[in-house]
C-alpha cells in the first residue's frame, strides 16, 4: 500500500465477497473506498462523499446501474464512473457509454487491471496537460482547467469526451483514425473496439450543439476537427 490517499472510491456491488476484493485491491494501491450494494445507496453516498470516482455494477437489486449513472449526469455530476458487469454484449458496452461512462470492465476481471483502470480514468479526468486554450471555430477548450465551451456557453463532458475532442482539436484538419483515437485517448483499452469511438463521437456532438459541425467524419478512414 502507497502511504499516498488517492482519494476515495464508491464501490457499488451487490455481492459481497467481490466487493471485499476490489476494495482490497483499491486500498493496498492508495484508495480509500467506500462499498454499497444499491443503486438509491450509491446515490446518497455520492452526494454526500464525493468520491473521486465510481465502480458501478450494472445489475443491482433496486436498479440498474445504467440508471445510476443516467441520474447522476441528469444532475449535472461528472464524477469518473466504470461499469462492472457479467454482460459482454457490445449493446450493454454501448449503453454504458452513452450513457457517459468512461470505462467498462466485465466478470471475472483481474483487480490489478481494475485498479489499472480507475487510474488511467482519475488521470483522463485531472488532465495532465499542456497549459493553454484551444479554439476550432466556436469550440474552445481551456486544456489546463478541463473546460469546453460553444460560443461562450459552457459545455459538459466526460474525462473521455474532453481527451477525445482535445486530442482532434492538438490536430486541426489532420484525420485521426479510430485505432489512433483508441490508443491515444483509451490508451490499454485496445479491446474497446472502434464502435466506442462512434459513439463518444456521436456523444461530443450531441453536446457541442451549434459547434458540432467542427468534427468531420471522414468515411472509412477517422475523424477530424476543422474549422
Given at each position: 500500500m502507497t502511504g499516498q490517499n488517492h482519494g476515495l472510491v464508491l464501490v457499488v456491488e451487490d455481492e459481497r465477497a467481490i466487493a471485499e476484493l476490489v476494495r482490497t485491491y483499491l486500498v493496498r494501491d492508495g484508495f480509500s473506498v467506500i462499498i454499497e450494494s444499491t443503486g438509491q445507496a450509491a446515490l446518497a453516498t455520492v452526494r454526500r462523499h464525493?468520491?473521486?470516482?465510481?465502480?458501478?455494477?450494472?445489475?443491482?437489486?433496486?436498479?440498474?446501474?445504467?440508471?445510476v449513472c443516467r441520474r447522476l449526469r441528469g444532475e449535472q455530476n461528472w464524477t469518473p464512473v466504470l461499469f462492472l458487469t457479467?454482460?459482454?454484449?457490445?449493446?450493454?458496452?454501448?449503453?454504458?457509454?452513452?450513457?457517459?461512462?468512461?470505462?467498462?470492465?466485465?466478470?471475472?476481471?483481474?483487480?490489478?487491471?481494475?485498479?489499472?483502470?480507475?487510474?488511467?480514468?482519475?488521470r483522463r479526468a485531472s488532465g495532465a496537460v499542456a497549459e493553454e486554450i484551444r479554439r476550432v471555430g466556436p469550440v474552445t477548450a481551456?486544456?489546463?482547467r478541463r473546460r469546453v465551451s460553444v460560443e461562450?456557453?459552457?459545455?459538459?463532458?466526460?474525462?473521455?469526451?474532453?481527451?477525445?475532442?482535445?486530442?482532434?482539436?492538438?490536430?486541426?484538419?489532420?484525420?485521426?483514425t479510430r485505432s489512433d483515437l483508441l490508443a491515444a485517448v483509451w490508451g490499454h483499452r485496445?479491446?474497446?473496439?472502434?464502435?466506442?469511438?462512434?459513439v463518444h463521437i456521436a456523444?461530443?456532438?450531441?453536446?457541442?450543439?451549434?459547434?458540432?459541425?467542427?468534427?468531420r467524419?471522414?468515411?472509412?478512414?477517422g475523424y477530424s476537427v476543422e474549422e
Open positions: 464525493r468520491p473521486v470516482a465510481l465502480i458501478l455494477d450494472v445489475v443491482l437489486p433496486d436498479m440498474e446501474g445504467t440508471e457479467a454482460r459482454d454484449e457490445e449493446v450493454d458496452r454501448l449503453l454504458g457509454l452513452e450513457l457517459g461512462a468512461d470505462d467498462y470492465v466485465t466478470k471475472p476481471f483481474s483487480p490489478r487491471e481494475l485498479v489499472a483502470r480507475v487510474r488511467a480514468v482519475l481551456d486544456v489546463p461562450d456557453g459552457p459545455v459538459e463532458l466526460t474525462a473521455t469526451e474532453f481527451d477525445l475532442l482535445t486530442h482532434l482539436m492538438e490536430r486541426p484538419g489532420r484525420v485521426c485496445s479491446d474497446a473496439g472502434t464502435r466506442t469511438v462512434d456523444q461530443l456532438r450531441a453536446k457541442l450543439g451549434r459547434g458540432a459541425g467542427v468534427i467524419t471522414v468515411r472509412g478512414v
